[in-house]
T-cell receptor, first 115, second 114 residues
Framework: GAGVSQTPSNKVTEKGKYVELRCDPISGHTALYWYRQSLGQGPEFLIYFQGTGAADDSGLPNDRFFAVRPEGSVSTLKIQRTERGDSAVYLC?????????????FGNGTRLTVT | GESVGLHLPTLSVQEGDNSIINCAYSNSASDYFIWYKQESGKGPQFIIDIRSNMDKRQGQRVTVLLNKTVKHLSLQIAATQPGDSAVYFCADNRYGGATNKLIFGTGTLLAVQP
């Protein structure tokens, strides 16, 4: 079946602009996670949703970052007033439920470059 | 975040040999551990996981060993193939609980020589 789908695969934007990154999780997966991966490092947790609500947003670096999942399926990560330091690969992952015996399945990410 | 630096440890093996990739964790509260494989330009791909009530788990050509005494995790790949070349990450739920809020290690680059 289809895996986690992220669009766009690449996004180049100018410093100060607003961007939206989209994630389509695996059908039926209730838990959705956003991670960020800088070059040469492992992914870092940003936020996760159980259903429509953000259950934990403690990884968001500041209030320029926001994410929504209004219908409990597709999620959008929104970054306002982008900075060059925001450049990274943004990974979305989903799991059947919140944890337990339900491992994360990742998409291929959106590579964001802020110039 | 936690990072060990930008230099990625590299393991170079001959095709057909067994590979062992090691990982250390620091928090005794971690009770769920996972290995991911990441190829260039792709997201991490789940390989195998293990809970703290086990010390060994086997999959197809892979085995994960957990030593809670020394907080050490290893991934063994049998008969390594060129397609196994990738960066391998261990991850754990350092915050505890039932979520997939994971902490990833820096990663190890596995290079398989034909």
């Amino acid at each position: 079946g289809a895996g986690v789908s992220q669009t766009p695969s690449n996004k180049v934007t100018e410093k100060g602009k607003y961007v939206e990154l989209r994630c389509d999780p695996i059908s039926g997966h209730t838990a959705l996670y956003w991670y960020r991966q800088s070059l040469g490092q492992g992914p870092e947790f940003l936020i996760y949703f159980q259903g429509t609500g953000a259950a934990d947003d403690s990884g968001l670096p500041n209030d320029r970052f926001f994410a929504v999942r209004p219908e409990g399926s597709v999620s959008t990560l929104k970054i306002q007033r982008t900075e060059r330091g925001d450049s990274a690969v943004y990974l979305c992952a989903s799991s059947l439920n919140e944890g337990g015996n339900s491992p994360l399945h990742f998409g291929n990410g959106t590579r964001l470059t802020v110039t | 975040g936690e990072s060990v630096g930008l230099h990625l440890p590299t393991l170079s093996v001959q095709e057909g040999d067994n590979s062992i990739i090691n990982c250390a964790y620091s928090n005794s509260a971690s009770d769920y551990f996972i290995w991911y494989k990441q190829e260039s330009g792709k997201g991490p791909q789940f390989i195998i996981d293990i809970r703290s009530n086990m010390d060994k788990r086997q999959g197809q050509r892979v085995t994960v060993l957990l030593n809670k005494t020394v907080k050490h995790l290893s991934l063994q790949i049998a008969a390594t193939q060129p397609g196994d070349s990738a960066v391998y990450f261990c991850a754990d739920n350092r915050y505890g609980g039932a979520t997939n809020k994971l902490i990833f290690g820096t990663g190890t680059l596995l290079a398989v020589q034909p």
